[in-house]
Nanobody, 117 residues
Framework: QVQLVESGGNLVQAGGSLRLSCAAS????????MGWYRQAPGKQRDVVAT???????TYADSVKGRFTISRDNAKNTVYLQMNSLKAEDTAVYYC???????????WGQGTQVTVSS
């Protein structure tokens, strides 16, 4: 059974920082492309950042230079360091895993990030 468990969401003031973590189990973590998505109220779920097993990263334009995605394959964990947070970063953040060979993906339950202006 695959589980992705996010943690680290919180209420923070604009300009502050948060670090999200996603602990994965039940899958070959090092073979999966890991990612963070977010969904604000009334909006669609959008990709924030992704990281391949080799460490190649991509970012949404809105978070470039402020957010950093990383992974620890030994701990089956992916992180999202968020700096210089803005009110528009307020959303539920979801961890995502995608296995490119089997074309299967999995989602975490989400963690709330609220940025007060």
């Amino acid at each position: 059974q695959v589980q992705l468990v996010e943690s680290g969401g919180n209420l923070v003031q604009a300009g502050g920082s948060l670090r999200l973590s996603c602990a994965a189990s039940g899958l070959s973590f090092n073979l999966n492309i890991m990612g963070w998505y977010r969904q604000a109220p009334g909006k669609q779920r959008d990709v924030v950042a992704t990281i391949t097993s080799a460490g190649t990263t991509t970012y949404a334009d809105s978070v470039k230079g402020r957010f950093t995605i990383s992974r620890d394959n030994a701990k089956n964990t992916v992180y999202l360091q968020m700096n210089s947070l803005k009110a528009e970063d307020t959303a539920v953040y979801y961890c995502h895993a995608y296995h490119p060979w089997y074309r299967r993906d999995y989602w975490g339950q989400g963690t709330q990030v609220t940025v007060s202006s």
